[in-house]
């Protein structure tokens, strides 16, 4: 009898064995998010020279733009659970800022960007002080009247705004080069992204980055374990809301021109249909919602009435077919059947 429940257990797998599995799985995950990352980053650095039309480095520039906003705003839904109706105003506030002073008071247009970042992340920091202590609907409607007030506000200041009919910007000087034209602005925001997303892969990996995601979990239980809540949720605010305003001030001076629908409730959406479409919570998955939110107006240009129902059929078929968004969805369908089949991949 011994000798038969030997057998038998030798052709179960142990507990060992599974979690050995789970381990070299996870490292060939992460070996494979890499190889595409690299891949994604050579066809993006090749397609310049692949494309003869600028109207498509264009549309990518635009892409790049929403992508690092989607990836900021996904970090504080992603991790805090905070969700915010009004990132818009911050792109705004970035873009307005920078182009009043460099463009009203003639100063350097470096040092207007760096201004503007720096008043976005004020304004930033005193939403959060008074509207982070409200979670779920309370807090996304907070913010949505930050947009509104601040839509009502660039619509009625015309001395400085420009009023509804929004205002020129200079353009971006670099080195004594002024940066204009699609494909002199690509490289530029391509490498902003990139340095987005690595700063954002190690903001997730590190300390910091597991106490965001224990306050996303378990809020109480990570105040029970020492986790300062209310300033860990400040400062994610504030971190997106700075690339929030970083990137709206460099859509200003790349588009040479800036109106109030910048802080529009719909540009909130567009940003937050990124989030949630490519994956709450994956970095990956808001540069590809990035892309698809962004390219779905192009592609729908010849039917541009059918437009809204189209966004809101793909809102709603993700959704529902992919509650936690399309990136995470397919890597844990992709998990499961690597942990059903081990053989797949190897």
């Given at each position: 009898?011994?000798?038969?429940?030997?057998?038998?257990?030798?052709?179960?797998?142990?507990?060992?064995?599974?979690?050995?599995?789970?381990?070299?799985?996870?490292?060939?995950?992460?070996?494979?998010?890499?190889?595409?990352?690299?891949?994604?980053?050579?066809?993006?650095?090749?397609?310049?020279?692949?494309?003869?039309?600028?109207?498509?480095?264009?549309?990518?520039?635009?892409?790049?733009?929403?992508?690092?906003?989607?990836?900021?705003?996904?970090?504080?839904?992603?991790?805090?659970?905070?969700?915010?109706?009004?990132?818009?105003?911050?792109?705004?506030?970035?873009?307005?800022?920078?182009?009043?002073?460099?463009?009203?008071?003639?100063?350097?247009?470096?040092?207007?960007?760096?201004?503007?970042?720096?008043?976005?992340?004020?304004?930033?920091?005193?939403?959060?002080?008074?509207?982070?202590?409200?979670?779920?609907?309370?807090?996304?409607?907070?913010?949505?009247?930050?947009?509104?007030?601040?839509?009502?506000?660039?619509?009625?200041?015309?001395?400085?705004?420009?009023?509804?009919?929004?205002?020129?910007?200079?353009?971006?000087?670099?080195?004594?080069?002024?940066?204009?034209?699609?494909?002199?602005?690509?490289?530029?925001?391509?490498?902003?992204?990139?340095?987005?997303?690595?700063?954002?892969?190690?903001?997730?990996?590190?300390?910091?980055?597991?106490?965001?995601?224990?306050?996303?979990?378990?809020?109480?239980?990570?105040?029970?374990?020492?986790?300062?809540?209310?300033?860990?949720?400040?400062?994610?605010?504030?971190?997106?809301?700075?690339?929030?305003?970083?990137?709206?001030?460099?859509?200003?001076?790349?588009?040479?021109?800036?109106?109030?629908?910048?802080?529009?409730?719909?540009?909130?959406?567009?940003?937050?249909?990124?989030?949630?479409?490519?994956?709450?919570?994956?970095?990956?998955?808001?540069?590809?919602?990035?892309?698809?939110?962004?390219?779905?107006?192009?592609?729908?240009?010849?039917?541009?009435e059918y437009e809204t129902l189209v966004v809101g059929g793909i809102l709603?078929?993700?959704?529902?077919?992919?509650?936690?968004?399309?990136?995470?969805?397919?890597?844990?369908?992709?998990?499961?059947?690597?942990?059903?089949?081990?053989?797949?991949?190897?």
């Amino acid at each position: 009898m011994g000798v038969m429940e030997s057998m038998a257990l030798a052709g179960k797998p142990s507990k060992g064995r599974a979690g050995e599995g789970a381990a070299r799985g996870a490292r060939h995950g992460a070996a494979r998010t890499a190889w595409f990352a690299a891949l994604a980053l050579l066809a993006a650095v090749a397609f310049p020279l692949l494309v003869p039309n600028p109207f498509y480095l264009a549309v990518a520039n635009l892409v790049f733009i929403n992508a690092a906003v989607a990836v900021s705003l996904t970090l504080m839904i992603g991790t805090t659970g905070q969700l915010s109706l009004g990132h818009a105003a911050f792109f705004a506030s970035g873009a307005y800022l920078s182009a009043y002073l460099s463009t009203m008071q003639n100063w350097p247009v470096l040092l207007a960007i760096v201004c503007a970042v720096g008043g976005t992340v004020l304004l930033a920091w005193l939403v959060g002080r008074l509207f982070l202590k409200l979670s779920g609907y309370y807090l996304a409607v907070a913010t949505l009247g930050v947009g509104f007030l601040l839509g009502i506000v660039l619509r009625n200041e015309p001395q400085w705004s420009g009023g509804p009919d929004g205002m020129s910007v200079n353009p971006l000087t670099l080195a004594g080069h002024t940066l204009q034209g699609d494909a002199a602005w690509y490289g530029v925001l391509l490498l902003v992204l990139v340095l987005t997303v690595l700063a954002s892969v190690n903001l997730l990996r590190s300390p910091a980055g597991r106490a965001l995601r224990a306050l996303h979990d378990a809020e109480i239980a990570a105040t029970t374990m020492g986790v300062d809540v209310q300033s860990y949720k400040v400062r994610i605010f504030v971190f997106s809301a700075a690339i929030a305003g970083f990137m709206g001030a460099l859509y200003a001076h790349y588009s040479g021109f800036v109106t109030p629908d910048a802080a529009s409730f719909l540009h909130s959406v567009q940003f937050l249909m990124m989030a949630v479409v490519g994956g709450i919570g994956s970095i990956a998955g808001a540069v590809l919602g990035a892309g698809i939110v962004t390219l779905l107006p192009h592609l729908l240009a010849k039917a541009a009435e059918y437009e809204t129902l189209v966004v809101g059929g793909i809102l709603f078929a993700v959704v529902l077919l992919m509650p936690r968004g399309i990136v995470p969805t397919l890597r844990e369908r992709w998990l499961a059947r690597r942990t059903a089949h081990p053989e797949i991949g190897t």
